[in-house]
């Protein structure tokens, strides 16, 4: 059974900063490309950042560049969102998510694998 749990989420003080953790069991992490998406309450889920299955390609939304950072350890079934200077419009619950040939940003909700989320609160 594929399983992905985020954790790290909370609650933040703008300019504050939170590690977000996503661990994988069930698959063969080093195959899957691997993306952060997140969802604000009453707004579609966009996506954040994701990385390919070999880290060769990072890719991010325009919104959190230069604030988030994504990595991933294949060793230990990982993937790690930094965010960095957080703004009261970064909160939302935020999702890992996986696939094994969809690039990271077409990752689906209906066909690939997601995790239940966790919550990011900021404040201002």
């Known amino acids: 059974q594929v399983q992905l749990v985020e954790s790290g989420g909370g609650l933040m003080q703008a300019g504050g900063s939170l590690t977000l953790s996503c661990a994988a069991s069930g698959l063969t992490f080093s195959h899957y490309n691997i993306a952060w998406f997140r969802q604000a309450a009453g707004k579609e889920r966009e996506f954040v950042a994701g990385m390919r299955w070999n880290a060769a390609g990072i890719f991010q939304a325009d919104s959190v560049k230069g604030r988030f950072t994504m990595s991933r350890d294949n060793a230990k079934n990982t993937a790690a969102l930094q965010l960095n200077n957080l703004r009261p419009e970064d909160t939302a619950v935020y999702y890992c998510?996986?696939?094994?040939?969809?690039?990271?940003?077409?990752?689906?909700?209906?066909?690939?694998?997601w995790g239940q989320g966790t919550q990011v609160t900021v404040s201002s």
């Open positions: 998510a996986a696939s094994t040939w969809r690039e990271p940003q077409a990752i689906s909700p209906q066909l690939d694998y």
